[in-house]
C-alpha cells in the first residue's frame, strides 16, 4: 500500500462540500499549494472567492505527493533557458521564483517551513558537463551559487552546484495553514466538490452534487486543466511519473539535493514530531506507460538501504506535467477566453512556481504589481511556435496511438471517461491509469487525477 510521508505524518483538512448554488467573483477549482495561496491572494485583497476540491481533503493530490522542495534552483533549467528563451527571461524567471522562496519564509510559519541550502550534483563526465553549463548560466544571470566536491552524502560526488537561502516544507502543514489564513480573510473553501461540467460561455459550472456556481473569473488550479483544450495546452503537456520512498534517519541533512545524472535523484530530510525522514525520489517515466510500477519502487528502495541503510516506511508517487520551453503556463487561456484563467506545467517544481502562480493571477485579476514582463513570460498564449508545435505532434501523436491500440492491447481494461482511452492496471499503486493525459482512478474506479472528472465503469 502507498502512502505519502506528508499525508500520513499531518491530518489534513477536511471542509464540507459545495452545500448549495452560490455566485461569486472568482471561482477556483483546485485545492493545492497554488489554489489556496491563490485563494488567500485574492481574498485579502478584497476578492470574494470560492474554491473548490473534488477530493475529501485539501492537499490531497499533487501537492500532498510532492519532495516538499521550495527552491529557485530547477535542476538543469537556466542554461535551457537561455538557448530556449533569452537571458533577459530567464533571469525574470529566477528572480520570481527566488522571491517566492523568499516570500514563502516571511509567510510560512516556522515549523513547516526550513532554509536549507539546494544543491545539483553529478556521478559522471556527463553528468560535470552539463554542471558546467549550468554554472556558466548562474554566472551570466548573476545567479549567487558556488561549484563545490564536500556535501554530505554517504557516497562520491563529481561536483555539486550549490544555491543558497532556498527552502523546504512540509507540503500538507502549509496547505493547511493557507485554509485557516483564507478563510479568515473571507474565502469560501469546499471540499468533496468535484466539478463535471463547465459553461464557458455562461460563466457557470456545475458539480457532481447537482449544484451549480456563476463567476465572474474562472481559474482551474487542477493539475491538468478541465478546459486545457481550449487553447490546445492539451496536446503541448507531456505528463510524467516519479516515486518516492521515506525512512527514518537519526540526523537531518542541511542541505537538499538533485543529481543531474540518468536517472535522476532528489534527496531531502524532514522533521516531523521530533522524527527525522529521508526522502528519496526517482525513476521517471511517462504516465500511464506500464503496468508493473513495482521495479519503480524497488530501484529506489534499493538505493535507500544501500546508502542510508534504511528501510521505507512510506512510498508514494508523484505526476508531473512539462512544457515545451520548460516554463509553466500561468494566465488567461487563451485572448479569445479572457475570464479563464489555468496555472498547470510546473515541471516537477511546483512548490516555488505555485507562489509565483498565486501572485500573477491575482495581478492579472485585481490590477495589483507584478514584475514586468512576468505576466508575459508564464503566458499560456506566449508563441514559441516551433517548439511547441513539434511538442504537439509528440504528445498528440503518442495520444492517438495509445487510443487505437489500446483498445487492441487492452480491450478487456476500462475506458477512461476522459476521452476514451484505454486504462491500464498499475500493480504497485493499485489503480487504473490513463496513458493518453494521465488520469488515475483508484480500484473502485473513483478519480483520483483528472483531466477526467467522472469515475470509470468497472462493470
Not at 489556496?36 to 485539501?58: C, Q, R
Amino acid at each position: 500500500m502507498t502512502q505519502s510521508l506528508w499525508l500520513a505524518t499531518t491530518d489534513p483538512v477536511s471542509l464540507t462540500s459545495l452545500p448549495a448554488s452560490t455566485t461569486c467573483d472568482v471561482c477556483i477549482i483546485g485545492g493545492g499549494l497554488t489554489g489556496l495561496y491563490t485563494a488567500y491572494i485574492l481574498a485579502k485583497s478584497g476578492v470574494d472567492v470560492v474554491l473548490l476540491e473534488a477530493n475529501s481533503h485539501i492537499g490531497h493530490g499533487t501537492t500532498g505527493h510532492s519532495t516538499g522542495k521550495l527552491t529557485a534552483q530547477h535542476s538543469l533549467v537556466y542554461n535551457n533557458l537561455i538557448e530556449k528563451l533569452s537571458v533577459d527571461e530567464a533571469r525574470l524567471y529566477y528572480q520570481l521564483n527566488q522571491l517566492a522562496v523568499d516570500k514563502a519564509l516571511q509567510l510560512l510559519p516556522k515549523e513547516s517551513i526550513q532554509q536549507v541550502d539546494s544543491l545539483l550534483y553529478c556521478q559522471t563526465k556527463e553528468g560535470y558537463a552539463q554542471l558546467l553549463k549550468e554554472w556558466n548560466a548562474y554566472k551570466v544571470l548573476n545567479i549567487k551559487a558556488k561549484i563545490t566536491s564536500d556535501t554530505e552524502l554517504p557516497f562520491p560526488i563529481t561536483k555539486a552546484l550549490s544555491m543558497s537561502q532556498q527552502a523546504q516544507i512540509h507540503p500538507v502543514e502549509v496547505c493547511n495553514f493557507l485554509v485557516k489564513e483564507a478563510l479568515s480573510m473571507g474565502a469560501k473553501l469546499y471540499t468533496s466538490t468535484r466539478v463535471q461540467q463547465l459553461n464557458i460561455p455562461q460563466n457557470n459550472l456545475h458539480t457532481a452534487n447537482d449544484m451549480s456556481v456563476q463567476y465572474n473569473k474562472l481559474i482551474l488550479g487542477t493539475h491538468y486543466p478541465i478546459e486545457a483544450f481550449k487553447g490546445l495546452q492539451l496536446f503541448k503537456l507531456s505528463n510524467s511519473r516519479s516515486y518516492m520512498v521515506a525512512g527514518k534517519v537519526t540526523d537531518t541533512l542541511q542541505g537538499q539535493y538533485l543529481c543531474v545524472d540518468n536517472p535522476t535523484r532528489s534527496i531531502r530530510t524532514a522533521t516531523i514530531n521530533d522524527e527525522h525522514y529521508l526522502v528519496l525520489g526517482g525513476s521517471n517515466h511517462i504516465a500511464g506507460e506500464t503496468t508493473n510500477t513495482e521495479p519503480y519502487y524497488e530501484s529506489i528502495q534499493d538505493e535507500l538501504k544501500g546508502h542510508f541503510d534504511q528501510d521505507p516506511i512510506y512510498r508514494w508517487s508523484a505526476q508531473d506535467i512539462e512544457t515545451p520551453d520548460m516554463v509553466p503556463y500561468v494566465g488567461r487561456i487563451t485572448q479569445s477566453l479572457p475570464n479563464v484563467f489555468i496555472a498547470t506545467g510546473y515541471r516537477k517544481m511546483g512548490i516555488s512556481n505555485s507562489f509565483v502562480a498565486g501572485d500573477l493571477l491575482s495581478s492579472l485579476i485585481t490590477g495589483s504589481r507584478i514584475e514586468e514582463g512576468a505576466i508575459a513570460l508564464y503566458s499560456p498564449s506566449r508563441t514559441k511556435f516551433g517548439a511547441q508545435f513539434m511538442q504537439m505532434l509528440k504528445v498528440g501523436g503518442f495520444v492517438a496511438k495509445e487510443f487505437v491500440s489500446g483498445y487492441l492491447r487492452h480491450a478487456n481494461t476500462p475506458t477512461c471517461t476522459h476521452l476514451g482511452c484505454k486504462t491500464k492496471w498499475n500493480e504497485a499503486d493499485e489503480t487504473w491509469d490513463c496513458p493518453c493525459h494521465g488520469s488515475r482512478f483508484n480500484a473502485k474506479g473513483e478519480v483520483l487525477e483528472g483531466p477526467a472528472v467522472h469515475p470509470l465503469k468497472l462493470d
